[in-house]
């Protein structure tokens, strides 16, 4: 019965992408407001609107990359910002999508998700093994953070269940929580500078810490995959950081249905490459889109064949 219920659910989603797709209609998965996300998806949103003919997109908040790909699943997003950990969990149905597989494909390799442990220096946490004990945040449910940061957790030796105590926020509201000493620190895997954090790090009073974790690389990509690297955050990104932050990262992917025509999947594509600067005056993350990063490496799932035929323009070859 429930192999019906999936197939039949899946026929419907099938129905409602197509109908969108077949009127030019796009909604773009991003994330919370407090992110990088959502003004980015809704500058990409906007471009799309007033360049690619026949197209109209809008941009949705939402809970993150999980979020963004369960909503593909079921018909009600076309096209996605999602970290690539959780495009590859998806497309191949494991973990939290274990009942689902979601038929995306890259479009753009983005920008790293720079993951952030913010605390206080009031807190005393210094590693990731000082959260024994502690009240945390470990990001919205449906978000890319809370795969990432479930992960960092078992790295360290620590169980998420027993040896922390967990609230289920999005950056803004994880900022508030800190602010207000509800929880001792919090997680976000975002770019940067994340809106949010800023205005944490300018908060008279209040000294932020952002943790070093970047030695959990290694075991995550051994018992995860490839999708974790060691990273910083440099110096002077947020107000009062006077160190560069060592931690981990994994990349941002701007996905899309397999659905999606070829033809409309190329001319999105072409349409945000040529566009990038206008992207830059909304996040300067969209610099850091590069050509020389769209593989196979920092993709774990295919492009799409629309985006295959635009690179391929550019003399990069991809599957």
Do not use: C
């Given at each position: 019965?429930?192999?019906?219920?999936?197939?039949?659910a899946?026929?419907?989603?099938?129905?409602?992408?197509?109908?969108?797709?077949?009127?030019?209609?796009?909604?773009?998965?991003?994330?919370?407001?407090?992110?990088?996300?959502?003004?980015?998806?809704?500058?990409?949103?906007?471009?799309?609107?007033?360049?690619?003919?026949?197209?109209?997109?809008?941009?949705?908040?939402?809970?993150?990359s999980?979020?963004?790909?369960?909503?593909?699943?079921?018909?009600?997003?076309e096209?996605?910002?999602?970290?690539?950990?959780?495009?590859?969990?998806?497309?191949?149905?494991?973990?939290k999508?274990?009942d689902?597989?979601?038929?995306?494909?890259?479009?753009?390799?983005?920008?790293?998700?720079?993951?952030?442990?913010?605390?206080?220096?009031?807190?005393?946490?210094?590693?990731?093994?000082?959260?024994?004990?502690?009240?945390?945040?470990?990001?919205?449910?449906?978000?890319?953070?809370?795969?990432?940061?479930?992960?960092?957790?078992?790295?360290a030796?620590?169980?998420?269940?027993?040896?922390?105590?967990?609230?289920?926020?999005?950056?803004?509201e994880?900022?508030?929580?800190?602010?207000?000493?509800?929880?001792?620190?919090?997680?976000?895997?975002?770019?940067?500078?994340?809106a949010?954090i800023?205005?944490?790090?300018?908060t008279?009073?209040?000294?932020?810490?952002?943790?070093?974790?970047?030695?959990?690389?290694?075991?995550?990509?051994?018992?995860?995959?490839?999708?974790?690297?060691?990273?910083t955050?440099?110096?002077?990104?947020?107000?009062?950081?006077?160190?560069?932050n060592?931690?981990?990262?994994?990349?941002?992917?701007?996905?899309?249905?397999?659905?999606m025509?070829?033809?409309?999947?190329?001319?999105?594509?072409?349409?945000?490459?040529?566009?990038?600067?206008?992207?830059?005056?909304?996040?300067?993350?969209?610099?850091?889109?590069?050509?020389?990063?769209?593989?196979?490496?920092?993709?774990p799932?295919?492009?799409?064949?629309?985006?295959?035929?635009?690179?391929?323009?550019?003399?990069?070859?991809?599957?």
């Amino acid at each position: 019965m429930k192999t019906i219920h999936g197939w039949m659910a899946g026929i419907a989603a099938a129905l409602v992408a197509g109908a969108a797709l077949a009127q030019g209609s796009i909604s773009i998965g991003t994330g919370g407001t407090g992110g990088v996300y959502y003004p980015l998806g809704g500058g990409m949103a906007s471009i799309i609107s007033k360049k690619v003919p026949g197209v109209q997109a809008s941009a949705e908040v939402t809970g993150g990359s999980i979020d963004n790909m369960k909503l593909m699943h079921t018909g009600k997003a076309e096209m996605g910002i999602v970290q690539s950990d959780a495009a590859y969990d998806a497309t191949m149905g494991q973990d939290k999508f274990k009942d689902m597989k979601v038929p995306v494909r890259a479009l753009m390799v983005l920008y790293p998700s720079r993951m952030h442990l913010v605390t206080t220096e009031a807190s005393g946490i210094k590693r990731v093994a000082d959260l024994k004990g502690k009240r945390i945040s470990s990001g919205s449910a449906g978000s890319g953070t809370e795969v990432m940061t479930f992960r960092i957790l078992e790295a360290a030796g620590l169980d998420r269940e027993r040896d922390v105590k967990r609230e289920r926020l999005g950056v803004s509201e994880s900022v508030n929580a800190l602010k207000d000493g509800k929880i001792d620190a919090f997680f976000f895997a975002g770019g940067i500078p994340t809106a949010a954090i800023t205005d944490l790090a300018a908060t008279p009073g209040m000294k932020m810490r952002l943790v070093d974790h970047a030695e959990l690389a290694d075991a995550m990509r051994k018992k995860f995959g490839p999708f974790y690297t060691r990273d910083t955050i440099p110096a002077k990104s947020y107000s009062g950081q006077e160190t560069a932050n060592q931690m981990t990262s994994a990349w941002n992917l701007l996905v899309a249905h397999e659905r999606m025509p070829e033809k409309m999947a190329y001319d999105i594509v072409k349409t945000l490459w040529e566009s990038q600067p206008e992207l830059v005056t909304v996040h300067k993350e969209a610099m850091n889109i590069d050509m020389a990063n769209q593989n196979s490496t920092t993709s774990p799932i295919p492009f799409h064949p629309g985006a295959v035929r635009f690179y391929k323009e550019k003399g990069i070859a991809l599957k």
